[in-house]
């Protein structure tokens, strides 16, 4: 399994995957490296991870997506230790991520460390849990 920051042969793939980002948005995310790829043993993708800045100033987690034959199976975390020590590594001591309180995912991030800080409720969408964790 190889965790990689994305690069513009990557961008078709993301298009065509990603739901949640606008178009316009993905090859500036890739020049400021802010999109992981996974690829398997073989080079064949099956997943991507992406973040951005809260503030401006606060790596936040925006998505993280593995191929349903990945999951549970520890890949997940290992993106997530990866992308936190490059935040480390880059001076940050403190991230953040958010996830919808109807989905599993929270139970995934407060297994590795992430606390609640607050929740954000839109008209159409279920209440986001947003989470954040110190980098130590």
Request: with cysteine; glycine share 8%.
């Amino acid at each position: 399994m190889h965790i990689d920051i994305a690069i513009e042969s990557d961008y078709s793939y993301i298009r065509e995957r990603d739901r949640h980002i606008a178009e316009h948005l993905i090859l500036a995310k890739i020049k400021e490296k802010e999109i992981y790829i996974l690829r398997d043993e073989h080079g064949s993708y099956f997943g991507w991870m992406r973040y951005g800045y809260f503030w401006d100033n606060t790596p936040f987690m925006n998505l993280i997506w593995l191929d349903e034959p990945f999951r549970g199976s520890g890949i997940g975390r290992q993106v997530v230790l990866r992308w936190e020590a490059d935040m480390k590594q880059r001076g940050h001591t403190f991230v953040m991520t958010s996830t919808q309180a109807d989905e599993g995912a929270q139970h995934f991030y407060r297994k590795l460390g992430y606390r609640d800080a607050g929740c954000l409720v839109l008209d159409t969408q279920p209440l986001e849990i947003i989470m954040t964790k110190t980098l130590s």
